[in-house]
């Protein structure tokens, strides 16, 4: 069971805006900027999408944005398109023995 | 670049030492990471390595029985895996962190941007 919880799913159509949750504690997500997202399609390699809460990574569209409020952060999806298809993963720097922890994981569908 | 090799079908109790040769940027700059991926589950991360390897970390799952080392000089990163356990079964990817520390002081994003494709790790007896 993983320490931050994403929902299992979520949905949109293309153009709609979507909003993906990452929910830890004030050991992880409320204790440092050390939050990212990924992007994880079927035989792929995972890709950073943002960093340190609400950084985007070099080439990543605006329309890719990230945010933190406490023990939650979230990362914003607006304008969407067909290619968003696939699973995001938040992950954390942790306060714990781990290091770094990720999420369960959110698969959305672009309907 | 990443590319991960070493993958293979093992037996419970058995080691295996994965491998990932890096290019195309300055891998002495850089901490490293792994992270496996079960079949059917999600992003787990394994293990991380500072820059210069004076700092290693480790999950609760695999500390005591996997241990992460760098060749900067030849540009590679290692996992060597102990007392293999059929929850290792897995696909191992290597993975750059945008920066080179990992705690100590240091501000470390824990963000990772440059991801091999992957290795698989095989229990089975």
């Known amino acids: 069971q993983s320490a931050l919880t994403q929902p299992a799913s979520v949905s949109g159509s293309p153009g709609q805006s979507i909003t993906i949750s990452c929910t830890g504690t004030?050991?992880?997500?409320?204790?440092?900027?050390?939050v990212s997202w990924y992007q994880h399609s079927p035989g792929k390699a995972p890709k950073l999408i943002i960093y340190?809460?609400?950084n985007r990574l070099s080439g990543v569209p605006s329309r890719f944005s990230g945010s933190k409020s406490g023990n939650t952060a979230s990362l914003t999806i607006s304008g969407l398109q067909t290619e968003d298809e696939g699973d995001y993963y938040c992950?954390?720097?942790?306060?714990?023995?781990?290091?770094?922890?990720f999420g369960g994981g959110t698969k959305l569908t672009v309907l | 670049q990443l590319v991960e090799s070493g993958g293979d079908l093992v037996e419970p109790g058995r080691s295996l030492t994965l491998s990932c040769a890096a290019s195309?940027?300055?891998?002495?700059?850089?901490?490293m990471h792994w992270v496996r991926q079960r079949p059917g589950e999600g992003l787990q991360w394994v293990a991380g390595?500072?820059?210069?390897?004076?700092?290693?970390v480790y999950a609760d799952s695999v500390r005591g029985r996997f241990s992460i080392s760098r060749d900067n000089d030849k540009r590679f990163l290692f996992l060597e895996m102990n007392s293999l356990r059929p929850e290792d079964a897995a696909l191992y990817y290597c993975?750059?962190?945008?920066?080179?520390?990992?705690?100590?002081?240091?501000?470390?994003?824990?963000?990772?941007?440059?991801w091999g494709q992957g290795t698989t790790v095989t229990i089975s007896s």
């Open positions: 993975a750059k962190d945008i920066g080179g520390a990992l705690g100590g002081g240091v501000y470390t994003p824990l963000a990772l941007d440059v």
């Open positions: 195309t940027f300055t891998f002495v700059a850089y901490a």
């Open positions: 390595i500072s820059w210069g390897g004076d700092t290693v």
């Open positions: 004030s050991s992880d997500v409320g204790a440092s900027r050390s």
């Open positions: 340190d809460v609400n």
């Open positions: 992950s954390s720097f942790t306060t714990t023995n781990t290091l770094l922890q």
